[in-house]
């Protein structure tokens, strides 16, 4: 079975530029959530969504969003890019949303703005 | 808010050495604790769990038990190996929450 996979793997772009990054959870999985991991530093959470409705928000600015799709992958949009947005984004799925829920991470979309 | 602090690392062993990584939380109520790791290059991949007081959590000689009155959770294992060199993150589920909450990380490197 495949797990959670992200693209792209890889990404470089400009200050002010928009940018998308892409999910697809385990299949069966309901839950994504997407977390920024900044050198150095542990994963912070931005978002949860499970069931296509967003059920958790980090401290992060309106410039990220994001949204699930009928078949639970999820899209994590960043508009107004700047130098400190430069980090890891891993995407993790879960069968639920409950405390006891194992997460599992994909492999990371690793993002550069210059 | 709720945090977790962990030790700061490196942690610099040779194999076969005994391995401690310190953890302790903040939190309210029955948060679950989780221990990831991180190899070079990939996502995380959790390690072991523990979803309530006095409970441990073990997987591939590691070790780790939810201690309430310390409000702790410390990483162990016996006897370490090269292979086990990684980025180690201590992390909480709130009792009421959804998000994971990290701590900074220990990078842990065994040499041979």
New interface residues.
Partial sequence: DAG?TQSPTHLIKTRGQHVTLRCSPISGHKSV?W?QQVL??????IF?Y?EKEE??R?NFPDRFSARQFPNYSSELNVNALLLGDSALY?C?SSLG?G??T???????TRLTVV | GDSVTQMEGPVTLSEEAFLTINCTYTATGYPSLFWYVQYPGEGLQLLLKATKADDKGSNKGFEATYRKETTSFHLEKGSVQVSDSAVYFCALRPQAGTALIFGKGTTLSVSS
């Fill in positions: 959670v959530s977390y150095g530093q542990g994963p912070q959470f949860q499970y059920r958790g980090g891993l993790a949303r405390t006891n194992e997460a599992f991470f994909g492999q990371g």
